[in-house]
């Protein structure tokens, strides 16, 4: 079977280089222009006949970037590709899975059929799902979600001595609690109230148990930042010592380092899912395994006509 082939949309040019090397798979040209009136013309440079193409594009500033990749997929479809995946390290617009007002749209199932309509199959690091149970129930195509948990343990276990894996709200306790299991380590969820983009409100039980412990904050993504300064804040309060932050989707969608240094907290560092200065944990060979099963199970895919 020939080698799938790699199409890095803007920006995702580094971790689709690595991943060529890793899968293994073969690079392919895209070019991507805006006409003088914002429009998007997008050309794929090369020959994905009958190959199955991997399109890279880590999804954090979606609205921007969702009409060239569906362009890109397109263009390989129309090319004659076998299959078209998409490897999403980051997917955005995930947050909106109901709608909490009446009339709202609930964006992450009507961007799952988008992105359904032109794909074959999705891969995604940590999606930011909660009230969905897997992030296939958002897809009429395989989708495969890839964990980190493993690699931020290692990254903890190589520089912490006495961990305590700290979750800041009730929906990060699986995943605080994953990461404590590799390193044998405690762990607690902090509760979190929002109250606004920008405002949340954080409270810590009795940490007495734990004074001897150096905390480290994990979370799936660090957007404004809040989330990260307030429950620092918290953990201070209650008498531990300055965390470690460890976020897995560094989106920054503000002055994140000033508002943690103001907080107090020891440091800030994320995975390569979406390039930032912070990236210190690798999670390329992870995302590299999803695609792996990605490729296999949309090859094997069998459509019974319904
Ligand atoms: C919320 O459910 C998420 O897991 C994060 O805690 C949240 O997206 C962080 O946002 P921010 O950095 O804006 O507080």
Redo the contacts with the bound molecule.
Sequence with gaps: MSLPLVVAMPGNEALAGALEGMLPAVGVGLEVRRFPDGESLVRVVGDVRGRDVVIIATLDQPDSKLVPLILAAGAARDLGAARVMLLAPHLGYL?QDAAFRPGEAVSARIVGRLLSAWLDAIVVAEP?V?RIERLEDLYEIPAIEVRVDAAIARHVAARCERPLIVG??L??GPFASAIATHLGAPWIALR?T?HG??D?TIEAPDLSAHSGCTPVLV????????????ATRALLAAGLRAPTCIAVHA?F??D?AAHLAQAGAAGLVTTNTVPHATNAIDVTEDLAVGVREALLRARHEVHLPS
């Excluded at 979370?219 to 307030?230: E, K, L, N, P, Q």
């Design positions: 947050r930011h909660h800041p709200d929906e990060s979190k929002r983009d920008r949340v979370d799936d993504i660090v957007s404004t930042g809040r989330t990260m300064a307030r989106v969608a503000d994140v």
